[in-house]
């Protein structure tokens, strides 16, 4: 079991940049993949970004790819979401979460979940 908290949201104009951190518990995640998931009222939970933990790779949602950076820490155990160039349609409650090994898009592929940290982008 892996604990997982989110922070760095909050209300920001359209274009401007947030970073969102995900600090995992103390432990080896040299085979996890880290994934990025938001989710607004009345649709499902959608994927954004993901990085291996172990590595370099990273993927990202086609709505996001060109303004949103995975990168990780690894002596902090952290994980983090480099928002740029934000539009009022990135308005969520972005999640972190954790799996064991390949990269895997689908919520439903995730075992562990922290609670969400709200961005709001106004325009």
């Known amino acids: 079991q892996v604990q997982l908290v989110e922070s760095g949201g909050g209300l920001v104009q359209a274009g401007g940049s947030l970073r969102l951190s995900c600090a995992a518990s103390?432990?080896?995640?040299?085979?996890?993949?880290m994934g990025w998931f938001r989710q607004t009222p009345g649709k499902e939970r959608e994927f954004v970004a993901a990085?291996?933990?172990?590595?370099?790779?990273?993927y990202y949602a086609d709505a996001v790819k060109g303004r949103f950076t995975s990168s990780r820490d690894n002596a902090k155990n952290t994980v983090y979401l480099q928002m740029n160039s934000l539009k009022p349609e990135d308005t969520a409650v972005y999640y972190c979460?954790?799996?064991?090994?390949?990269?895997?898009?689908?919520?439903?592929?995730?075992?562990?979940w922290g609670q969400g940290t709200q961005v709001t982008v106004s325009s």
């Open positions: 990085i291996s933990w172990s590595g370099s790779s990273t």
């Open positions: 979460a954790a799996r064991q090994g390949a990269y895997r898009a689908s919520p439903t592929d995730y075992k562990d």
């Open positions: 103390g432990r080896t995640f040299s085979s996890y993949y």
